[in-house]
């Protein structure tokens, strides 16, 4: 997804693991304050990226330029309102990127209007990393809210659905990463985010 040389990939790479992390660990601890500890107890409501990283993932970084964390575990059990809950917590790793882009975006703005006070070997490399950091996690929320199962944007629709619907809905997981494999290799999962992408940074930009 990204077409980037080696000096890229040297700041491009901590910015991804920035962005799995913070989705991820998002998930943890909504799940936490709504009931469940199961991430807490397994380790995983951390801000440490080593214990996000999923091998396949990771590897898929260097190969495609694009990858995934594990998923941080999660038990409806536990929560007091398990239909509501559910939504909360998928909702947390998306918007945990969107608050990371809204705020890379402002950090651009502070590194532009400073940029004459700051060395100048710092500027380029911070601009770079605070516009990939805008990239990848505006990216990051839109494909995670995509209605795909496993993706979170279907287990916030499961939660909106009647329950016939939503056991429909979550029968397809079985399925969900090959139409996503479809969708990316046909470039339409592309085409549709850059556009969504667009349009987000449209309304951001007023």
């Not at 990239?135 to 995670?144: Q, R």
């Not at 619907?165 to 494999?181: K, N, P, S, T």
């Amino acid at each position: 997804m990204f077409d980037i040389n080696f000096q890229e990939l040297i700041i491009q790479i901590p910015v991804f693991l920035f962005a799995l992390t913070i989705h991820e660990f998002s998930h943890g601890y909504v799940a936490s304050l709504c009931g469940d500890q199961t991430a807490r107890y397994q380790g995983r409501l951390t801000m440490n990226p080593l214990r996000h990283l999923d091998p396949l993932g990771t590897l898929a970084i260097f190969l495609i330029h694009f990858g995934w964390a594990k998923p941080v575990p999660v038990d409806p059990r536990n929560f007091r309102n398990p239909r509501r809950d559910m939504i909360l917590v998928s909702l947390a790793g998306p918007m945990s990127n969107l608050a990371t882009m809204l705020l890379s975006i402002v950090a651009l703005f502070v590194i532009a209007g400073l940029s004459r006070a700051l060395p100048a070997f710092l500027v380029q490399p911070l601009f770079s990393m605070f516009m990939v950091s805008v990239w990848i996690n505006s990216i990051l929320a839109i494909f995670n809210m995509i209605p795909i199962p496993p993706l979170d944007g279907s287990k916030v629709l499961m939660g909106l659905l009647p329950p016939r619907q939503a056991q429909a809905l979550g029968r397809l997981e079985g399925m969900g990463f090959i139409l996503i494999m479809i969708l990316a290799f046909t470039g339409l999962l592309g085409k549709f985010i850059m556009a969504i992408q667009g349009t987000l940074f449209r309304l951001i930009a007023g």
